[in-house]
């Protein structure tokens, strides 16, 4: 898959534990995720007012939780939490 959102250079990469979800962060202040088996965006999170975006890891909250969190840094440095409801 070509996987196309970001406008600016790309800072961030990070793939999920289990292998099915990318986040990218970005010069352009967007994080992008992305569900790897189809290749299709899964959401974007704007944080322009917080300039680009430089770092992003994954993070487990619970053992076995039906939610993925991560988290994300700004070159602003604020850090940001990100916690969503997977669909399985």
């Given at each position: 898959?070509?996987?196309?959102?970001?406008?600016?250079?790309?800072?961030?990469?990070?793939?999920?534990?289990?292998?099915?979800?990318?986040?990218?962060?970005?010069?352009?202040?967007?994080?992008?995720?992305?569900?790897?088996?189809?290749?299709?965006?899964?959401?974007?999170?704007?944080?322009?007012?917080?300039?680009?975006?430089?770092?992003?890891?994954?993070?487990?909250?619970a053992?076995?939780?039906?939610?993925?969190?991560?988290i994300?840094?700004?070159?602003?440095?604020?850090?940001?939490?990100y916690?969503?409801?997977?669909?399985?």
């Open positions: 898959h070509t996987l196309i959102h970001h406008t600016k250079p790309i800072n961030t990469l990070k793939i999920s534990s289990d292998g099915t979800t990318l986040i990218s962060g970005a010069d352009d202040g967007t994080l992008a995720v992305w569900d790897l088996g189809s290749g299709k965006r899964i959401q974007i999170i704007s944080v322009i007012f917080n300039r680009p975006v430089s770092a992003a890891t994954w993070t487990p909250l053992a076995n939780s039906l939610a993925e969190t991560f994300f840094g700004c070159s602003n440095g604020s850090l940001h939490m916690h969503r409801a997977r669909c399985d």
